[in-house]
């Protein structure tokens, strides 16, 4: 109670209005799962004796044409993290549903709360999503594939892994094989 209090009033003093507080809430969260995560992977390729990260540093006052293929940026790489955790979030949403509708009155519960987390990660990533689409769709086919393609590797793996269901409790367990290792 203490925190939100705090924050509250923090508001309040500093002028900043919530929808200002909101955006640099979806920035930081595109940034931490797009740019952040390229940053950290190019790091540890730089602790790699054999592999070589470094940039070209170029002046303002530079020709154009010596050094034009430097400002062209790709920005596909950094397009796959965000549009593979929206999918990931929805095929979430759309599953939680599926298997609640199938699992009955005790399944409802549960469902609650992880559709709320799955929603709140797609309202972060909602501008993202916007400004992807908006563009004519005109979204590099590459980046779709490839986002479908880790969707569903994760989305395999946790169902794989099902950290939701107890390893004790036999009646939950289907007694079909169903798992890869079967």
């Not at 925190?3 to 940034?31: H, M, P, Y």
């Not at 549960?110 to 993202?128: C, E, M, N, Q």
């Not at 986002?147 to 395999?156: G, Q």
Request: net charge positive; glycine share 6%.
């Amino acid at each position: 109670m203490s925190i939100i209090t705090t924050s509250i009033l923090e508001l309040r003093w500093s002028g900043v209005t919530i929808k200002a507080i909101w955006r640099n809430e979806q920035f930081w969260v595109i940034r931490g799962v797009s740019a952040h995560l390229f940053a950290v992977f190019q790091g540890f390729l730089k602790m790699l004796p054999s592999i070589d990260t470094n940039f070209t540093v170029t002046a303002k006052a530079a020709d154009d044409t010596e050094f034009g293929e430097l400002y062209i940026i790709k920005w596909t790489t950094l397009l796959i993290p965000p549009t593979t955790l929206i999918i990931v979030n929805m095929v979430g949403v759309v599953t939680g549903f599926s298997d609640a509708l199938n699992g009955g009155y005790e399944s409802w519960g549960p469902l609650f709360g992880k559709v709320f987390f799955a929603f709140w990660v797609i309202f972060h990533l909602y501008s993202f999503f916007k400004g992807l689409m908006g563009r004519q769709n005109r979204t590099p086919t590459i980046v779709i594939l490839w986002s479908v393609l880790l969707a569903s590797i994760f989305s395999l793996v946790w169902v794989k892994i099902n950290p939701f269901i107890s390893k004790t409790d036999s009646s939950t367990i289907s007694r079909t094989c169903i798992s890869i290792d079967c």
